[in-house]
């Protein structure tokens, strides 16, 4: 796992000290679990206990937080993801006799969880781009468009459309893993 942003870290180091600071951490992370619980429940109402459940816990944990070079969200959606399978096992054991209870759709939401922060992570750099890069990132992969759509977008040949979204490629990868070469290939 890659270490958490020291941004965060130290907004988590002052949200220990100042509740107010916490607010940032629950606006940054308040729809994801809230995500988590409507996947995990498919009711809005059990969403949104979830939610409140999951960042009273963490702000009752603070004080012990730790980083282990996942990023706080990670940990809160940990605490989510524990606080959603509690709830499903006791709807388990106390459904009737003979019937299994209801069947967990979530999967591995932790895994789903990391997935979205890495593509979070990989759009905040893209926005650190120049404009034409970051303009041709966002039309081929952010709305899917083909090269040939996006070179007529942006007023080029599609082979030099090709050469600039390797070229934003290229860059994006030197901005990730500043520890690979721009040599390689995307």
Known sequence: MKPQPSGEAALVEQAKADPQAFGVLYDRY????????CRRFGSHVE????????FQRAMEALPGYRSTGASFGAWLYRIAVNLANDRWNERRRLSPLGQDGPEDPAG???????AEEERSELWREVDRLPPHQRRV???????????????????R??????????????????????SEGEGRSP
């Open 108 to 114: 591995d939401l932790l895994d789903e969880f990391l």
């Open 30 to 37: 308040v729809d994801r679990i809230y995500r988590l619980g």
């Open 137 to 155: 990132l966002t039309l081929r992969f952010g709305q899917g468009l083909s090269n040939q759509e996006v070179s007529r977008i942006i007023n």
């Open 157 to 178: 040949s599609e082979t030099a459309t090709k050469q600039l979204v390797y070229r934003s490629l290229v860059a994006l990868r030197a901005r990730v893993n500043p």
């Open 47 to 54: 969403a949104q206990d979830l939610t409140s459940q999951s």
